[in-house]
Structures are given as C-alpha cells and as structure tokens.
C-alpha cells in the first residue's frame, strides 16, 4: 500500500487536529453555504414566500360565462433580489418583478341524473351582477365557482381551454394532461387534478386569490412550486 | 547557396534554438510528444476523433460564450432584451450566439456517440473504469449546463422548459422541494431564478468542468487509448528497440561514447 502518511499520529495530534480541523471546516463551509443556500433556508427553515402574504384581485365573476371557464391574469409582486421590497424602496425608480399566472375561472358543472350537464352559475349572476353583494350571494357563489390555477399538476405547464362540440376540456401543450371544466383529472400524465387558488368572493363582486393552493384534506394551503 | 536555401536553414536553425530553450526550461518538447502522440487503433480510427470532437464544441462553447457575456445581461427585465440586442445589432451577434446555441446541441449528440464507443469497444473496463466514472461525471456537468443555459433566454421557451425541468427536479424523493427552492432562489420563478442560473451556467459548472476534462485527458494518455495494446504495444516495442540501436550504431560510427539523446541536448 502506499504511504501517504510518513509520521505516525499520535492520540494528541489526533484530537488537536480535529478539533481545529472542526472549527477551522465550519469558518470555512457555513458562510459561503448559507449565502447559496439562502432561499431554502428562508423558504423551508423560517416559512417564509417571496410572495407577500396578501388578497390579489382576479377579476369580477360577472364576466364568466355559464358554460365555459374564462381566464385572468394575475399579477404577483416577487420579493427577489433585485426585486425585493426594501431595495425598490431605497433605490431609484426600479420596478418590481412580478410573475404572472393564468387563473382559470369557471361555474361548477354537475352531471344530473339523465346525463346532462347542469351548469351552476348562479341566477343573480346570469341576471347581471349588481354589487354590493350581500352575504348570501358571496357564499352562493363561493360553493359554485372554480378558482383554478392554470399550472398543470404533471410539470407545470400553462393548460389552455379547448373547445368541443358538447363542451370542452382543459388540455396541456407539454404532454397531453387532459381536465374538466371544474378542474377535475380526465386523462393523460398528470397524478390529480389542477390545482385551486384560496380564493374568496368580496362585496364588489370580485374574486380575490392568495399566492397559494387550496389542496383540501388536513394539508391545509400549500405553496404552489415554480410558478 | 541561394539566399532563400541560406534565410530557410537560417529560420530552421531559430526554430530549433527557440524549441531547444523551451524544452531546457519547462521540458515542453517532451510533454507535447507525450500529449500529441497516441497510437490509435488502425481498425476505426475514424471513430477515435469522437473524444476530441467533444473536446472541441466544449472549447467552442468556452468561447462563443465569453463572447455572449459581452452583451448578455442576467435580469429579469433586461435578459431578453439583450438577447434581441445580440441577434439583431450586434456584429456577427447571430454567428456567435448560433455557434453557441448549435454546439450546444451537436455537443450532446457527439457525447452520445463517444459514450456508445466507448462502451460498445469495452474501453470503460480495467484499468481504464475511472476515466469512464470521470467521463460521466463531464456527461452530467454538460447536461446540467445545457439545462441552465436555456433558462438564460427568458423567452417563453426557456421559462417553460425550465419550470418542467425543475417540476421533475421537485419529485426527486426528500429533496425534491429543496432543489427547486434552491434553483428557483424561493419559492416563485423570478429575479433570483435568472441570477443563480446564469451563476450556475456561467461560473460554477464551466470551474467544475474543466478539471474534471483534465483528468480525464490525463488518464486517457495515462493508459492509452482502449485497443491500442491488442495491435500496437508489441509493434511499438520492436519499432523503439530498432530506434534505439539504430542510434547506437551511428554513434559507435562516430566515435563518440553513446549518452542517450536527452543528455546529448543538454550538451549541446
């Protein structure tokens, strides 16, 4: 075998070296990996979003129709770097970076017991919205109305509305992931179905979202990945 | 004699003191014999030039992209931008970033096509199983480079093939969330994702990648090219004891004691 080491080690060096080595390793590593690590660190260890933590106005409801989903698009403010709150705030006329996603709005769509689809949108709506809507009206539409977020649940991808004879689908352009108008999984790659904004409906008629996912159970919200 | 016979031995005579200082003081003449010189197989040859042909688009992307860095800003708000500026303003912008772009490709492809040489030849086996460790070790750095530098266009293309790219990152089992938060710089895609991608494509890979393309040089030279002992090792033997007597012979001729040829230079 070869010999890389030529003086034997004695129990003293031994310690005295690790210990140092210790020390000496931790001055070393922990700096330059918490400054590369950072977001994770912010993200996993201290919960925190580069997204604050407020209501984002999607659109007014009165623009849905009944038998298709319509699209908005939100604008999310991105506390990043550059785009971080308090350096817009100390520096010059820097706008701040924002992502975009496509909110996918729908009326809940049953199948009634003949097979034929019964569009819930409800009569105040189709009638014409007159705000300010009163509470009863807010939780109406609050159980009829999808809040989908257009990510699809395989990879990410932005899904777009196709057009049918009876209806439509939601179809993904990256690997054929196929939902319904509700949201609901259909066919193709992706393991459920798209994912719900939290999302409530306000006086003015309005829908508002949080920068998060409504995946039900006891999971409680859940940040969305990548978008 | 001509006066053009006389500048020609002239010149040879400089060239010869140029190579012979160098090879006194960094023993250059010697080492570009030991980098240049492989015997290669006689039987698919051709199929030989696969390793330098990645070495060669690797070195085009080296400096095709220091060239893009001229122009290239890595923001949110002016990445593409300056792509546009490079395409459509800047001299040969085209040429270069196109030579990038199409290396990049033809890199992969090349790779592949080493990679199945490679193992389809047995060169992966005893004592030649690192090299093959390092050369995956390359396949992986490459791939990771090609991955982040199609984040680097922030057009709707690289945006979207990275947030895929990084959705199957996120399945990876207990890591898969820290990786992408990692890459994306947070939680969402923004000004952070451009800025570590571009860190990541431009800096930390290329640093990593080009020790790992000098060992695997090193030990390509350190045990020679997968075949060439099966048909040239004895070949070469005989050719250098014929050398070397040959040379000896001449010297007895002489009448001067043979001292190798090393020692002969240092003479000299």
């Known amino acids: 075998m070869a010999e890389l080491q030529k003086d034997p080690m004695t129990r003293g060096d031994f310690l005295g070296f690790g210990i140092l080595g210790t020390i000496v ?26 997204v604050p933590d407020d209501w984002y106005r999607v659109g007014p409801i009165g623009e849905i129709p009944a038998k298709e989903p319509k699209v908005y698009v939100v604008e999310f403010p991105v506390n990043q770097v550059y785009s971080e ?43 014409g919205v007159q705000p300010p809507l009163t509470q009863e009206q807010i939780d109406e539409v609050t159980a009829n109305l999808n809040v989908l977020s257009s990510s699809c649940a395989h990879l990410g991808c932005p899904v777009r509305w196709i057009v049918k004879e009876d209806g439509g689908e939601f179809l993904c352009p ?26 409530e409906v306000r006086e003015d008629a309005n829908i508002y979202v949080k920068h998060e996912f409504d995946i039900g159970g006891d999971k409680g919200p859940q940040q969305p990945y990548v978008i | ?19 012979d200082w160098l090879e006194h003081r960094a023993g250059i003449v010697t080492m570009m ?102 050369g995956v070790v390359l396949l992986l750095l490459v791939v990771i480079i090609a991955f982040t530098g199609y984040a680097l266009r922030w057009d709707q293309d690289g945006v979207w093939a990275t947030v895929v790219g990084m959705k199957i990152g996120s399945y990876s089992p207990f890591v898969g969330a820290y990786t992408i938060q990692f890459l994306m710089g947070g939680d969402t895609i923004g000004p952070a994702t451009v800025s570590r991608f571009f860190a990541i494509h431009v800096w930390l890979l290329p640093a990593a990648l080009a020790p790992f393309i000098g060992i695997h040089l090193y030990l390509l030279r350190r045990h020679g090219v997968f075949g060439d002992e099966m048909e040239y090792r004895e ?14 012979e001449q010297y007895e001729d002489d009448g001067e004691p043979y001292v190798g040829r090393r020692d002969r230079a240092d003479r000299d």
């Open chain 1, 25 to 50: 390793g931790a001055l070393l590593t922990i700096p330059p990996a918490a400054f590369v690590l950072g977001p994770v660190i912010d993200v996993n260890v201290r919960g925190e979003s580069d």
């Open chain 1, 85 to 127: 709150e308090q350096v817009i705030e100390e520096g010059v006329e820097t706008p701040g970076a924002t992502i975009d996603n496509a909110v996918w709005t729908s009326w809940r769509e049953e199948i009634g017991e003949n097979g034929e689809a019964i569009h819930r949108i409800p009569s105040f709506v189709e009638s």
């Open chain 1, 174 to 199: 990256c690997h054929g992931g196929i939902y319904d108008i509700n949201g609901g999984y259909v066919g193709g790659p992706p393991p459920r179905g798209m994912y719900s904004f939290t999302f």
């Open chain 2, 1 to 19: 004699m001509g006066a053009i016979s006389k500048a020609r031995s002239q010149a040879a005579d400089a060239g010869k003191f140029v190579a």
């Open chain 2, 33 to 134: 014999e030991h980098f240049l010189y492989e015997p290669v197989p006689k039987r698919g040859a051709w199929i030989y030039t696969l390793g330098s042909a990645t070495l060669f688009l690797i070195t085009l992307q080296f400096l095709t992209g220091i060239l893009l860095l001229f122009y290239y800003v890595p923001s949110t708000d002016h990445a593409w931008n300056s792509i546009y500026y490079i395409m459509n303003e800047a001299y040969f912008g085209t040429l270069i970033r196109g030579i990038h772009y199409w290396s990049a490709n033809f890199l992969l492809a090349v790779i592949g096509l080493h990679m199945a040489q490679v193992f389809f030849s047995g060169g992966y086996k005893a004592p030649r199983e690192l090299n093959w460790v390092v």
């Open chain 2, 235 to 248: 070949r070469l033997a005989k050719l250098q004891e014929r050398q070397r007597l040959e040379e000896y």
